[in-house]
């Protein structure tokens, strides 16, 4: 026998001392034995080194909600947390509950997480996740769930386990009268006993009539021999024979008759032998029932717990959507007010847009006056026409530096103009949603200033 060392990956081969081939020579030692060591693959637990891999299924709403389930590990089952909003495939952490190496270095046990998905939904079920798939998109959910009846639960929980006790009771009053018929049983028993002892009695006063009748014969004998004088004696002889063989016929009727009760107590000892059968047949009947009956109260007490866990859900989703509620009235007041000041800087922008225009037109007049002045220099000043075309030409420059600018405003303004056409895009979406979230129209101011 060879103890295999607690080893982890790095432990591949064991050497037996003195367990080979043995010695060719004739003083030589034996060889050693080398036992390669090979793990076979867990039927639960992937190993990576010496960290483990287990997969375990949660409930859908353990996913959603969290909750705590039972992981196996190496040294049986743990507690682990399941922490809310966990989805397929996520792995939680155990540490130092991985294999162990010769070094002692311990590794981790990682639980890699597995959405079960039910095979069938009652109809409270099929309503709760309809009204969570509503709320996930957006959609008004109505309280439509029906009322736990958490009473009528425990009524009828209370209702079976009366009904178990009652069954205990008439288990209990079947086992008296099962012990009873044993006790009947045993009686039998002695008196079939009694009735052997008394055919023992017979056979033994029936071995001592024989001898007693060997003795009258050898007697009888004595008498004829001796003559006369003995027969009175043989008259009572004769009488004393007669008195025998009557007690030997009553002797054989009491043992016919023994020997019809022992026929009838085998006889209703085969009666009660059926009775007990049938006795216990319907003990176990009843067991049956029973086991059948705590069943349906443990489907009763987790078809409750489910219940609960689907009201919780069902409350958490409608505290869910009263929470998204007043963050979109928020944003909705928020996009109210981005909405006013929008306003504020679009009529900003046209005061500013009259300034330009306003400029605009002094600008075409002093160009004018410009003009103007250059048809009387022409005519008054031939002799200046060079430096009037010069003074046009800056002029010509101001203007054009002036058109620019105003052009560049221009451009600034219709791109403010685009900006703000798509930012009140934007914000009567916003509103369009939240109409369409909370079924409600904004206010009156802000619905004004929207439009």
């Known amino acids: 026998m060879t103890n295999l060392p607690s080893c982890g990956i790095s432990c591949a081969e064991v050497r037996v001392e003195g367990k080979g081939h043995p010695p060719q020579e004739p003083k030589g030692k034996p060889g050693d034995l080398v036992v390669s060591i090979v793990v076979e693959p867990h039927d639960?637990?992937?190993?990576?080194?010496?960290?483990?891999?287990?997969?375990?299924?949660?409930?859908?709403?353990?996913a959603i909600l969290g909750g705590n389930v039972a992981v196996p590990t190496l040294n049986g089952y743990h507690e682990l947390p399941i922490p809310p909003n966990t989805s397929a495939g996520d792995t939680i952490k155990l540490r130092n509950m991985g294999l162990t190496d010769e070094r002692n270095k311990t590794g981790d046990l990682y639980?890699?997480?597995?959405?079960?998905?039910?095979?069938?939904?009652?109809?409270?079920?099929?309503r709760c996740v309809e009204n969570l798939r509503d709320a996930l998109d957006?959609?008004?959910?109505?309280?439509?769930?029906?009322?736990?009846?958490?009473?009528?639960?425990?009524?009828?929980?209370?209702?079976?386990?009366?009904?178990?006790?009652?069954?205990?009771?008439?288990?209990?009053?079947?086992?008296?009268?099962?012990?009873?018929?044993?006790?009947?049983?045993?009686?039998?028993?002695?008196?079939?006993?009694?009735?052997?002892?008394?055919?023992?009695?017979?056979?033994?006063?029936?071995?001592?009539?024989?001898e007693r009748q060997s003795d009258l014969d050898k007697q009888s004998a004595d008498v004829e021999r001796r003559g006369p004088e003995l027969d009175a004696r043989e008259e009572a002889v004769e009488k004393r024979e007669q008195d025998c063989e009557n007690l030997a016929t009553d002797?054989?009727?009491?043992?016919?008759?023994?020997?019809?009760?022992?026929?009838?107590?085998e006889q209703?000892?085969?009666?009660?032998?059926?009775?007990?059968?049938?006795?216990?047949?319907?003990?176990?009947?009843?067991?049956?029932?029973?086991?059948?009956?705590?069943?349906?109260?443990?489907?009763?007490?987790?078809?409750?717990?489910?219940?609960?866990?689907?009201?919780?859900?069902?409350?958490?989703?409608?505290?869910?959507?009263?929470?998204i509620e007043k963050d979109a009235r928020k944003q909705a007041d928020r996009a109210a007010a981005q909405l006013k000041?929008?306003?504020?800087?679009?009529?900003?922008?046209?005061?500013?847009?009259?300034?330009?225009?306003?400029?605009?037109?002094?600008?075409?007049?002093?160009?004018?006056?410009?003009?103007?002045?250059?048809?009387?220099?022409?005519?008054?000043?031939?002799?200046?026409?060079?430096?009037?075309?010069?003074?046009?030409?800056?002029?010509?420059?101001?203007?054009?530096?002036?058109?620019?600018?105003?052009?560049?405003?221009?451009?600034?303004?219709?791109?403010?103009?685009?900006?703000?056409?798509?930012?009140?895009k934007r914000l009567k979406d916003q509103l369009k949603a939240f109409k369409d979230l909370t079924g409600e129209d904004p206010d009156g101011d802000d619905a004004d200033a929207g439009s």
């Open 251 to 265: 002797i054989e009727k009491q043992a016919a008759e023994a020997h019809q009760k022992s026929q009838d107590l």
């Open 138 to 210: 957006g959609k008004e959910v109505a309280d439509t769930a029906p009322a736990i009846g958490h009473q009528d639960v425990s009524a009828r929980a209370a209702e079976l386990r009366k009904r178990e006790e009652s069954l205990d009771s008439r288990a209990g009053d079947l086992r008296a009268r099962e012990a009873a018929l044993d006790h009947r049983e045993g009686t039998l028993d002695e008196v079939e006993a009694a009735v052997n002892q008394r055919m023992k009695e017979l056979d033994e006063l029936e071995r001592a009539l024989n």
């Open 111 to 126: 639980a890699e997480i597995r959405i079960d998905t039910p095979d069938t939904l009652t109809d409270t079920q099929r």
């Open 341 to 424: 000041s929008l306003d504020a800087q679009a009529a900003k922008l046209e005061k500013q847009q009259r300034r330009v225009d306003a400029m605009r037109e002094q600008l075409d007049r002093h160009a004018g006056d410009l003009e103007a002045h250059d048809d009387e220099l022409t005519r008054q000043f031939d002799e200046q026409r060079k430096q009037v075309i010069d003074d046009q030409k800056i002029g010509q420059e101001l203007l054009k530096k002036a058109a620019d600018k105003l052009q560049r405003w221009q451009d600034q303004i219709e791109k403010a103009d685009v900006s703000i056409k798509q930012r009140r």
């Open 44 to 62: 639960r637990f992937r190993r990576e080194a010496l960290d483990l891999y287990v997969a375990i299924d949660i409930r859908f709403d353990q």
């Open 268 to 323: 209703r000892t085969a009666a009660f032998e059926a009775k007990v059968s049938a006795i216990e047949q319907r003990i176990e009947e009843l067991d049956q029932q029973r086991t059948d009956l705590e069943q349906r109260e443990a489907e009763l007490i987790e078809t409750a717990a489910k219940a609960d866990s689907d009201r919780k859900s069902a409350e958490q989703l409608k505290k869910d959507a009263e929470s």
